[in-house]
């Protein structure tokens, strides 16, 4: 397959769509958060075992990966790279909720709730 460009390799591992950049770039832009990334983890928590974390971070971890997509600049902690490779980020906004939706290929079963995940 050959070599690919380290932006076509950064799209692989994860993605946003333009609701959801632009809702990070709102929530970077207001209060003291200018000039932050958002930095995406998996932790170990809820029903189905694994849960996803986001943070503000004023510049990635030596060894985080940095993904820059539609403007956005996206930390992914490298333990969380083999849970979250091929995910998209949403933003979803309907009559009683709004939130970040994780649109991942990897997941075998979420729980109940919505609030865990399994692969």
């Known amino acids: 397959m050959g070599m690919e460009p380290k932006g076509m390799a950064d799209r692989e591992l994860f993605r946003l769509t333009d609701a ?43 060894m985080d990966e940095l993904v820059e997509d539609r403007g956005v600049k996206i930390c992914v902690d490298p333990l969380a790279t083999m849970y979250l490779a091929g995910t998209e980020m949403d933003y979803v906004e309907d009559r009683l909720s ?22």
């Open 20 to 62: 959801a950049a632009r809702q990070v770039r709102h929530l970077i832009d207001v209060g003291d958060k200018a000039g932050a990334v958002l930095r995406i983890s998996v932790k170990t928590r809820g029903c189905s075992g694994l849960a996803y974390a986001m943070e503000y971070a004023d510049a990635p971890l030596p």
């Open 98 to 119: 709004s939130g970040f939706v994780f649109n991942n290929p990897n997941e075998k079963g979420r729980c109940g709730c919505g609030e865990s995940f399994h692969v």
